[in-house]
């Protein structure tokens, strides 16, 4: 079982859907998560960090961890074309300062 | 806050050349860069961890003496591709964490080709 499991399938959804995307993980260990948008040919782009269980929003995002299910979610609200993107879960802990990433979901808003 | 900043963005470079790429904290120190390499359409896989002021700890399977790194300063570390093949072609990126609030900060990346 990897450390990270996070569906690769590409996801295409309307302009002003709510875009979901989640992560599964083994590691009961981990404490900090993070989703991070990367647009072609561009480094990733930090979007949500969390530390433990519970929600965080951000103007039209918002990250959910829920540590007992080992699991956690990314929502955007009000879906729009510049969001698409891949997005990537990522966390740590533990004592490893090392990233633990998920495959990347391709996001595609269409206008 | 926490910006990391990679030079070039892109470098095209003859067979058995070197290429050095540039990683930096512009707002904040970073003990602790990591390098990763990035296929297309894949995840990002890490290369090494560098340390300033020490040697550099390289993953399983990373050739450290085709991928020299220097982490001279607290704001600064390198990555010197040397004697580049076209399989070094790929898409390099650093990244640093400003402190246990922050999540890591990626660079812009550096697209690689060797020809």
């Known amino acids: 079982q990897k450390e990270v499991e996070q569906d690769p399938g590409p996801l295409s959804v309307p302009e002003g859907a709510i875009v979901s995307l989640n992560c599964t993980y083994s590691?009961?260990?981990?404490?900090?998560f993070m989703w991070y948008r990367q647009y072609s040919r561009k480094g990733p782009e930090l979007l949500m960090y969390?530390?433990?269980?519970g929600n965080k929003e951000d103007g039209r995002f918002t990250a959910q961890v829920d540590k007992s299910s080992k699991y956690i979610s990314l929502f955007i609200r009000d879906s729009q074309p510049s969001d698409s993107a891949t997005y990537l879960c990522?966390?740590?802990?533990?004592?490893?300062?090392?990233?633990?990433f998920g495959k990347g979901n391709q996001v595609v808003v269409i206008p | 806050g926490a910006v990391v900043s990679q030079h070039p963005s892109w470098v095209i470079c003859k067979s058995g050349t070197s290429v050095k790429i540039e990683c930096r904290s512009l707002?904040?120190?970073?003990?602790?860069m990591f390098w990763y390499r990035q296929f297309p359409k894949q995840s990002l896989m890490l290369m090494a961890t560098?340390?300033?002021?020490?040697?550099?700890?390289?993953e399983q399977g990373v050739e450290k003496d085709k991928f020299l790194i220097n982490h001279a300063s607290l704001t600064l570390s390198t990555l010197t591709v040397t004697s580049a093949h076209p399989e070094d072609s790929s898409f390099y990126i650093c990244?640093?964490?400003?402190?246990?609030?922050?999540?890591?900060?990626f660079g812009s990346g550096t697209r690689l080709t060797v020809v």
């Open positions: 990244s640093a964490r400003a402190g246990a609030n922050y999540g890591y900060t």
């Open positions: 590691n009961s260990a981990f404490q900090y």
């Open positions: 969390t530390y433990s269980s």
């Open positions: 990522a966390m740590m802990g533990g004592g490893n300062n090392r990233l633990a």
């Open positions: 707002d904040f120190q970073a003990t602790t």
């Open positions: 560098s340390n300033e002021g020490s040697k550099a700890t390289y």
